[in-house]
């Protein structure tokens, strides 16, 4: 069973940064593939960075060249760093782990394992 618990969400303008976090209770290199999503209100949820065994990662078009997914192998932790932020970033974002080695991208039904959320407020 992985354990994943997500922080660093929060209230940012438009054009700042954030970094999220999402610490692992389990070994996650090479051994899960890992992502995060984000949902916004009355929307579905969807990807926005995924990192894949090797470390070969894949990011949403929208967040192309302003986020970078990272993983810490030391602390089992993932990151999300954000830069540039738009309002239509703000969503909850989720981090998740799948046993997969190759998830198809993007559908959240290929990762088993979730966390609670953290909150991101992008304000024009």
């Known amino acids: 069973q992985v354990q994943l618990a997500e922080s660093g969400g929060g209230s940012v303008q438009a054009g700042g940064s954030l970094r999220l976090s999402c610490a692992a209770s389990?070994?996650?290199?090479?051994?899960?593939?890992v992502a995060w999503f984000r949902q916004a209100p009355g929307k579905e949820r969807e990807g926005v960075a995924g990192?894949?065994?090797?470390?070969?990662?894949v990011y949403g078009d929208s967040v192309k060249g302003r986020f970078t997914i990272s993983l810490d192998n030391a602390k089992n932790t993932l990151y999300l760093q954000m830069n540039s932020l738009k309002p239509e970033d703000a969503a909850m974002y989720f981090c998740?782990?799948?046993?997969?080695?190759?998830?198809?991208?993007?559908?959240?039904?290929?990762?088993?394992?979730w966390g609670q959320g953290t909150q991101v407020t992008v304000s024009s």
């Open positions: 998740a782990a799948t046993p997969k080695r190759w998830p198809r991208w993007g559908l959240p039904g290929e990762y088993a394992y």
């Open positions: 990192l894949y065994f090797g470390g070969n990662t």
């Open positions: 389990v070994y996650i290199h090479n051994i899960y593939s």
